[in-house]
């Protein structure tokens, strides 16, 4: 029983994960757009350091993501 509810609450936990990834790209793409269209130096900062703290998000959720991957097979 103690496993069944283990394994829901992984699932559930899985699920959170990578749709906060899939966000996480999301933001990283419209970032990116951005400061393709922007000419000022003060946005093209803005944006880079968008871009920059939504790639580390994104590595650090997606070693969350594969750490819970491996533990719940094994």
């Given at each position: 029983m103690k496993r069944k509810?283990?394994?829901v609450i992984l699932e559930g936990e899985k699920t959170m994960l990578a749709q906060e990834v899939f966000?996480?790209?999301e933001e990283m793409a419209a970032a990116l757009e951005s400061f393709s269209?922007?000419?000022e130096p003060e946005l093209m900062d803005y944006y880079t350091y968008c871009y920059?703290?939504?790639?580390?998000k994104h590595s650090y959720l997606l070693k969350k993501l594969k750490?819970?991957?491996?533990?719940s097979n094994q």
């Open positions: 509810k283990r394994n966000k996480v790209q269209d922007v000419i920059k703290a939504n790639e580390i750490r819970i991957y491996y533990n």
